[in-house]
Every structure is written in C-alpha cells, then in structure tokens.
C-alpha cells in the first residue's frame, strides 16, 4: 500500500503545493493524480484554463482527496450554503452553472462550453 496518495488540480495552487509538500515528505513512494487543462489539447482559450479546473472539481468530476496511511480525506467540499435557492439542501457535487448565451454550441442544440473552446 502507498503511504500518500493525493488528487490535485493546478485551479487550486495552495492544495496542490501542500500535497507535493507532504509527498515529498513522505516516507516510502507516494503518488499524485493531477488534472492540468491543457488549453492546446482541449482547444479552449488560456483565460479559460482556470475555471475549466474549478468545474471539474465543483461539480465532482474530479473531487480532490488524500490518502494518509490508509485513511481518506477529502480536500474539496462544496458550500451548498452559497450555491443559491434549491441547491443548498440537495445533496452531492454542484451541477454546472448555467452558461451565458454567447456561449451556446449551435451544433449541439442547447447550452456548452464547446463555442469558447
């Protein structure tokens, strides 16, 4: 079994440094999984990179976690409290946010991210 296993994402810096910290400083092998956007490989604008991170992680596709000798602790909880009317009492990640209307993908019939990137 690895003494430190840990998910980051790039979109939050601070977790991330103090993951490399503790896996540096981890007795034995250690293993991070990092979701990075890569705007060339995913074709979406650079200002994007950041906040396509964010909604990975907001809305549970990628949940940031650790794993200390055995016990699991997540990194990133959503608060419901300010997610608004309907969403605060249901449970699990966050849908993603409504998109603006410039944001629409005419080829798909309904709201994406995919005419940004």
Known sequence: MLPYV????????FDMMEKVKKGLRTTGPAYMHVLSVC???WRCPTDL???LGRLAVE????????????????????NRAEAGPGL??????????????????P??????????C
């Open 6 to 13: 840990a998910t980051a994402s790039p979109s939050y810096p």
């Open 39 to 41: 705007p060339t490989g």
């Open 88 to 105: 605060s009492e249901a449970p699990g990640p966050l849908p993603p946010p409504e998109l603006r209307p410039d944001q629409a993908n």
């Open 107 to 116: 080829g798909a019939g309904g709201p994406g991210i995919s005419r940004s």
């Open 49 to 51: 990179s950041v906040r």
């Open 59 to 78: 809305t549970g596709v990628f949940p940031l976690y650790e794993v200390e000798n055995g016990a699991y602790k997540m990194s990133f909880e959503v």
